[in-house]
């Protein structure tokens, strides 16, 4: 089974992380020596961490190596033979619900198994997005999984083979596995439209995500072809966390004419919407969730769900890796993971 490396400050740049016993090329260690105005050997003991190198000596070494951006992983390229037996993930958050789900299913994965999987987070921001992908292909993975963040993308050009999971990214051809978000949120509004509802609440997270605009057109398609205004009161897509969601939730229940009906279309803003109806005795609305989450179900009543199932798409996401590793020539593919809406009772509620 694989493991998973969870990376912390080595892998954003603020220490190098170097381990013990470390053997890289000479000639790339001579130019660190030697721009630190150090012996190799002294260099090298830097590098495996000799308790008896001075302390300013080792600061200057190890300050030598992140300014020319060497780390053991880059050094060490020249004598390693084959491919390294990682293969790196790096995703928005592995705090939330669906990624860390995606981020399991990954590591269980068949085509993984003795594989080490290195995991890390962009919170969303592009600048640390670009930081931690290219320290990931210092180490030589395998391949690498990447939930982008929104932006263009043209500057990841790699040889690494490369997997897009849960969205596409502007500049970048690489094959996509996720889902058909616009499809799958206007079945939502379409099941909400069929128990009596006409006034239909949207609550989702960033703006600028390719899955949420995709899920918000959805939104507006579906309730353009029922003959329904989209109130904008009613739309509350700039969420990123459950806080502002579970706010929008109370603003919405504060109007003069509130809907009858809410779509949560992120799991982190169902973490705040679900709560906040709870807490404020308004469980006769009815909720229609955009993936399932914990309680979800022993709830009462119990939360009808857009199963998008993580799980699902990380493993299809691990096994399009393998293939593009083992096949690096194969033509790039947008594949779609099925998905499915589950009734458990706060989607089938009337007006």
């Given at each position: 089974m694989a493991q998973s490396d969870r990376l912390g400050s080595a892998i954003d740049g603020t220490n190098l992380g170097f381990g013990a016993g470390v053997v890289v090329d000479k000639s790339i260690l001579r130019d660190v020596a030697e721009a630190a105005g150090v012996s190799l050997r002294t260099a090298s003991r830097v590098l495996n961490e000799d308790p008896k190198v001075a302390v300013d000596t080792r600061a200057r070494v190890q300050q030598v190596m992140r300014d020319l951006k060497y780390t053991p992983d880059s050094m060490a390229r020249s004598l390693r033979a084959g491919t390294d037996t990682a293969v790196a993930m790096v995703v928005e958050s592995i705090a939330d619900p669906f990624f860390s789900a995606m981020v399991e299913a990954v590591e269980r994965a068949p085509s993984n198994s003795g594989k080490s999987v290195l995991v890390a987070s962009t919170h969303g921001d592009a600048a640390r997005e670009r930081d931690v992908v290219e320290q990931m292909l210092s180490r030589r993975v395998s391949g690498m999984l990447l939930a982008p963040t929104a932006g263009d993308h043209s500057w990841l050009r790699t040889d690494t083979p490369l997997v897009l999971v849960d969205r596409a990214a502007p500049g970048l051809d690489a094959d996509v596995v996720g889902i058909d978000d616009e499809a799958a949120t206007a079945d939502a509004v379409d099941h909400l439209v069929e128990h009596g509802h006409r006034r239909i609440a949207y609550v989702s997270d960033h703006p600028l995500v390719p899955t949420s605009r995709a899920r918000l057109a959805g939104y507006r398609r579906a309730m353009t072809a029922?003959?329904?205004?989209?109130?904008?009161?009613?739309?509350h897509a700039e969420c990123p966390d459950p806080s502002s969601a579970a706010e929008a939730t109370?603003?919405?229940?504060?109007?003069?004419?509130p809907p009858t009906a809410l779509l949560s279309a992120a799991t982190r803003c169902s973490l705040g919407v679900v709560p906040t109806l709870h807490a404020l005795g308004r469980t006769d609305m009815a909720l229609v969730c955009f993936g399932d989450f914990a309680m979800a179900d022993l709830l009462q009543p119990g939360i009808t769900v857009v199963d998008h199932s993580a799980e699902a798409v990380g493993a299809a996401a691990a096994n399009r890796l393998a293939e593009r590793i083992a096949h690096p020539g194969i033509p790039v593919s947008r594949l779609h993971v099925p998905v499915r809406l589950i009734p458990r009772g706060s989607g089938e509620l009337r007006p």
């Amino acid at each position: 089974m694989a493991q998973s490396d969870r990376l912390g400050s080595a892998i954003d740049g603020t220490n190098l992380g170097f381990g013990a016993g470390v053997v890289v090329d000479k000639s790339i260690l001579r130019d660190v020596a030697e721009a630190a105005g150090v012996s190799l050997r002294t260099a090298s003991r830097v590098l495996n961490e000799d308790p008896k190198v001075a302390v300013d000596t080792r600061a200057r070494v190890q300050q030598v190596m992140r300014d020319l951006k060497y780390t053991p992983d880059s050094m060490a390229r020249s004598l390693r033979a084959g491919t390294d037996t990682a293969v790196a993930m790096v995703v928005e958050s592995i705090a939330d619900p669906f990624f860390s789900a995606m981020v399991e299913a990954v590591e269980r994965a068949p085509s993984n198994s003795g594989k080490s999987v290195l995991v890390a987070s962009t919170h969303g921001d592009a600048a640390r997005e670009r930081d931690v992908v290219e320290q990931m292909l210092s180490r030589r993975v395998s391949g690498m999984l990447l939930a982008p963040t929104a932006g263009d993308h043209s500057w990841l050009r790699t040889d690494t083979p490369l997997v897009l999971v849960d969205r596409a990214a502007p500049g970048l051809d690489a094959d996509v596995v996720g889902i058909d978000d616009e499809a799958a949120t206007a079945d939502a509004v379409d099941h909400l439209v069929e128990h009596g509802h006409r006034r239909i609440a949207y609550v989702s997270d960033h703006p600028l995500v390719p899955t949420s605009r995709a899920r918000l057109a959805g939104y507006r398609r579906a309730m353009t072809a029922h003959g329904l205004d989209v109130d904008p009161p009613l739309v509350h897509a700039e969420c990123p966390d459950p806080s502002s969601a579970a706010e929008a939730t109370r603003n919405l229940l504060s109007t003069n004419a509130p809907p009858t009906a809410l779509l949560s279309a992120a799991t982190r803003c169902s973490l705040g919407v679900v709560p906040t109806l709870h807490a404020l005795g308004r469980t006769d609305m009815a909720l229609v969730c955009f993936g399932d989450f914990a309680m979800a179900d022993l709830l009462q009543p119990g939360i009808t769900v857009v199963d998008h199932s993580a799980e699902a798409v990380g493993a299809a996401a691990a096994n399009r890796l393998a293939e593009r590793i083992a096949h690096p020539g194969i033509p790039v593919s947008r594949l779609h993971v099925p998905v499915r809406l589950i009734p458990r009772g706060s989607g089938e509620l009337r007006p």
